[in-house]
């Protein structure tokens, strides 16, 4: 057999490559559409909650009366982490990025997993629900650690969301935050074949264990290509400042080749329907905190990449609106990437689940473009 060098087709970044079939989302990427089991991301941000969407991706269906009371129960009893894991975030560095404590703290969890010895489906679920549970606790302690506050324990009586914005703040969110944090877990907690979901899977098809696979993906997640736009996005509404400078800012950028933080897409070449619910509640939550300095500079930011740059197909993506909500929440620029984390490793666990169920190992091929029957020259002569 002769080396690969280059009769077959290769598409940069696996760019349209079909790596799996699913049926846990779909996303059709000109129409602007996300379905999660076949129910459209609409519905479920309007009516449905965390841990609901959660069955529903994890299991099939949604969860009748008795399967959703044991999935919270099962949620709020595994909220702690290992005093270990305290004591590794009170001593860890201050300037440390919460993606790096929460990948390091994921690790150090399954040496203390009570079925780390065990990859079956049964304990990978086990592993996959609690690892749900703990991610929140992990981020909200160092979160206010590295801010000098006191830690502020998980509260059994609060739902996944709740509790999530509970334990970063210290105050029992009212109703309409505990509603538009579910939407934003929800919204977040599912995507096919993104980055970090493929690195989960790659790791999984080698039959090596769920923290592993879970690691991978939040290394992933963090990069600003992927989940750590969001972040990005912030810094990016702050450096511009004012709505009048948003147009110089934006065009020079472009002329720079420079990409916008929050735009574009490899699959959707339409507007990401994610984003368009969290810009209702950013524009919303903006007049309520009378804030709307962020949002009117990044609806000229919209406006002027979409005249640019629409017919291209580039769009604002999930991560464009989500940081000025964050904001306004009060939540530091450093957990918003880790709140991503936080849903997604919903969508990362149920993949990985879901191709468990028939695995075969990932492996790839590469074009070799290097030098043949090259001699080999003994270093006194080289
Ligand atoms: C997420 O995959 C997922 O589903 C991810 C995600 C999920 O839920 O898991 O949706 C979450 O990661 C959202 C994306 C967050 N990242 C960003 O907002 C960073 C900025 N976006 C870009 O870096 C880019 O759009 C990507 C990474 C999202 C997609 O990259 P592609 O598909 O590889 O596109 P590309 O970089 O090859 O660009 C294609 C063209 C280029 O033009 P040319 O140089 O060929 O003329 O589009 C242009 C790019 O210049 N372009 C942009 C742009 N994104 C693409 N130009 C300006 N600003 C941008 N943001």
Request: proline share 5%; glycine share 8%.
């Amino acid at each position: 057999m002769a080396f690969l060098t280059g009769e077959v087709t290769y598409s940069r970044g696996l760019e349209g490559v079909v790596a799996a079939i699913t049926s846990i989302a779909a996303i059709d990427g000109e129409e602007g559409k996300l379905i999660y089991r076949g129910i459209p991301i609409e519905l479920l941000a309007e009516k449905s909650n965390f841990e609901e969407t959660a069955y529903l991706l994890w299991f099939g269906d949604l969860p009748k009366k008795d399967e959703l009371e044991n999935l919270k129960r099962d949620l709020v009893e595994h909220r702690e982490i290992p005093q270990f894991l305290v004591d590794c975030l009170k001593g860890a560095p201050k300037d440390t990025h919460p993606m790096e404590i929460l990948r390091t703290c994921v690790s150090m969890l399954g040496c203390f997993d009570p079925d780390k010895n065990d990859n079956s489906r049964g304990a990978n679920i086990r592993k996959s629900i609690r690892l749900t549970a703990q991610m929140p606790t992990i981020v909200a302690y160092y979160s206010r650690l590295r801010r000098g506050l006191e830690l502020v324990h998980p509260d059994p009586k609060l739902s996944h969301a709740q509790n999530l914005y509970y334990m970063l703040t210290g105050e029992v969110p009212n109703e309409e935050i505990s509603k538009l944090m579910d939407v934003i877990l929800i919204l977040h907690m599912e995507h096919g074949m993104n980055a970090s979901t493929f690195a989960a899977m790659v790791v999984a098809s080698t039959l090596s264990d769920m923290h592993s696979s879970i690691c991978a993906a939040i290394g992933a997640l963090r990069g600003p290509l992927h989940g750590g736009a969001n972040e990005r996005v912030l810094e990016m509404l702050q450096e511009i400042g004012t709505v009048e400078n948003v147009e110089p800012y934006i065009l020079n950028a472009l002329k720079e080749h420079r990409r916008i933080m929050g735009f574009g897409h490899r699959v959707y070449k339409a507007y990401d329907p994610r984003a368009r619910i969290l810009k209702e509640y950013a524009e919303r939550l903006s007049r309520e905190k009378g804030d709307t300095k962020w949002i009117e500079i990044a609806e000229k930011i919209e406006e002027v990449m979409i005249r640019e740059k629409g017919k291209k197909g580039i769009f604002p993506n999930v991560d464009f609106y989500s940081g000025i909500i964050y904001n306004l929440l009060g939540f530091p620029k450093e957990v918003f990437t880790p709140i991503f984390a936080i849903a997604r490793v919903v969508g990362w666990t149920a993949h990985v689940l879901e191709y468990l169920q028939a695995n075969r190992i990932f492996r790839p091929r590469a074009i070799y473009n290097g030098p043949l029957d090259v001699e080999y020259i003994p270093i006194d002569k080289r």
